[in-house]
Antibody, heavy 125, light 107 residues
Framework: QLQLQESGPGLVKPSETLSLTCTVS??????????WGWIRQPPGKGLEWIGS???????YYNRSLKSRVTISGDTSKNQFSLKLSSVTAADTAVYYC?????????????????WGQGTLVTVSS | DIQMTQSPSSLSASVGDRVTITCRAS??????LNWYQQTPGKAPKLLIF???SLQSGVPSRFSGSGSGTDFTLTISSLQPEDFATYYC?????????FGQGTKVEIK
């Protein structure tokens, strides 16, 4: 059974870089059927897609965060990672990693079909 | 960016009620619409993809419909475990965006 587990510091200082890793078990990030991605949720608020990575290394980022975000993958460890630079209090959120399933034949048939439990990252000095 | 607007933002209902949640996109998204359920302290769970396809393992009391800009999620007979927040999400174009959520509470 697929499991995703986020890990990383729960507290980051303003202006520093947030770094999180998602470890995948029960499935491979090298699979051609899936993308892998990050989504965040500020306390008491809604969901925001941050970005995604494919096994080829291709990445797609939310343009609202693009200048600060880097997503990378390590197939040898079956992990993918998120780095968000120059953080502020507005980046305080629960960060989820997720598998993105391609269910169709076109270019838009994507859905987040499996999620990690999430990890709270607080930005504060 | 495509804006997703859900209505209502919250609702109160009783066990056994039929519940309908609406999601409207700011432009046509064909049927590239997913629905998720989130209970407090938990990650979202996929219920419906492609507007009306039920994810494996999800009870048949959940159904989705719509295309273009207007979509609905229906729970035919509300169960105690269904009290949660529901989100729609479009995959028509990046950035993929979510609705603001609809909280279903116990009456």
């Amino acid at each position: 059974q697929l499991q995703l587990q986020e890990s990383g510091p729960g507290l980051v200082k303003p202006s520093e870089t947030l770094s999180l890793t998602c470890t995948v078990s029960g499935g491979s990030i090298s699979s051609k059927t899936y993308y892998w991605g990050w989504i965040r949720q500020p306390p008491g608020k809604g969901l925001e897609w941050i970005g995604s990575i494919y096994y080829t290394g291709s990445t797609y980022y939310n343009r609202s965060l693009k200048s600060r975000v880097t997503i990378s993958g390590d197939t040898s460890k079956n992990q993918f990672s998120l780095k968000l630079s120059s953080v502020t209090a507005a980046d305080t959120a629960v960060y989820y990693c997720a598998r993105i399933y391609y269910y169709g034949s076109g270019s838009q048939e994507w859905t987040f079909d499996s999620w990690g439990q999430g990890t709270l990252v607080t930005v504060s000095s | 960016d495509i804006q997703m607007t859900q209505s209502p933002s919250s609702l109160s209902a009783s066990v056994g009620d039929r519940v309908t949640i609406t999601c409207r996109a700011s432009q046509s998204i064909s049927r590239y619409l997913n629905w998720y359920q989130q209970t407090p302290g938990k990650a979202p769970k996929l219920l419906i993809f492609a507007a009306s396809s039920l994810q494996s393992g999800v009870p048949s009391r959940f159904s989705g419909s719509g295309s273009g800009t207007d979509f609905t999620l229906t729970i035919s007979s509300l169960q105690p475990e269904d009290f949660a927040t529901y989100y729609c999400q479009q995959s028509y174009s990046t950035p993929w965006t979510f609705g603001q959520g609809t909280k279903v509470e116990i009456k």
